[in-house]
């Protein structure tokens, strides 16, 4: 019986690895597909750019061709109503020139309608290659899901059969919100640094181009946005990585570290004043708990900032030797905590990792009179 169930498992297994080969193949070829797809968007993106730019060259030539074509015009009319008084030499130049001016128009008209066409099918074909970006992207979001339910969880599931439907739901609620963690940073550094990124290399180029058409104090003007972009991309690169984790709490600990971050958050909140108080010993804490209550605080302040609309927010710690005692308060909207909302996934994080720490997590709100968070977690478990 034994030996059955090894056997199952075994080739359990097996049929789980060929199911990761073949999703992660494809998950290789989607996201190859995704970068082809922006590089082609990036080069049309240029090209774009330089079709503009020769399309309206050519409508300001065109427009004083237009004035000296009418001017030709008129000068052969003038020549036709009497020909005694010009010479056959003059009448044959005035001809030749209408001529030669009215030819040169028709043909930068015709340039400009085919830039104007090329114009046209570059902004429908950039449209389509972002519709293809996001679509690969989505898939690619969908296929790291099922690969991380399959690398994490399936492996093993012939040694957890009975306890399988239990496991599945916790597994999945997990890799969910680690996926959800992933797409927020996706989007961050796309919206953020590699969009700033990609305008700053579209923006060098045209620097070049001012320089050589308008002269070097327009240049000066552009390079100066252009350090604006880049300090802006800096910026956001190093926020990104002290939402990730801060090293300041593995080299100072927590209360420092909580002492830097609503510095950080006032800050760059010019609007919104941040006060923080600690009491007794800044004593260290075990990593796990000093990651787990700066979360705590990071959550509930960015909660306050983004749905409350506060413009005060107050953090208070007490530390003695049987408790943590953190309370986060804002003068924020409120709302009403008996009504359940969807999707808050934010206070039920919040409310397990509380409890994975055996502490207590309390909110009192109410609408139009703020929110206060209290978290009691126990320090001698």
Partial sequence: MSSNKTLDAK????IVEKMIDTVQHSKD????????????????????????????????????????????????AE???DFSLYSEEEIREAYEKAHELHMELAMIREREKQLRLRRDELERRLVGLKETIERAEHLVGQITVVLDYLNSDFRQVGEFIEGAKQKQEFGLKIIEAQEEERKRLSREIHDGPAQTLAHAILRSDFIEKVLKDRGIEAAIAEIRDFKKMVRSALYEVRRIIYDLRPMALDDLGLIPTLRKYLQTIEDYNREIAVSFVHIGEEVRLPARMEVAVFRLVQESVQNALKH??????????EMNNNQLFVMVKDNGKGFDTTVKKENAFGLIGMKERVELLQGTLTIRSKIGFGTTIFIRIPLNV
């Fill in 11 to 14: 080739e359990l297994d097996k």
């Fill in 29 to 76: 070829e989607i996201f190859r597909i995704g970068e082809q797809s922006r590089q082609e968007h990036e080069q049309l993106l240029q090209e774009l750019l330089e079709v503009k730019m020769l399309t309206k060259q050519t409508i300001e030539e065109a427009d004083k061709l237009e004035i000296q074509t009418r001017l030709s015009r008129q000068r052969l």
């Fill in 79 to 81: 020549v036709s109503k």
């Fill in 308 to 317: 409350a609309e506060a413009t005060e927010i107050q953090v208070r710690t």
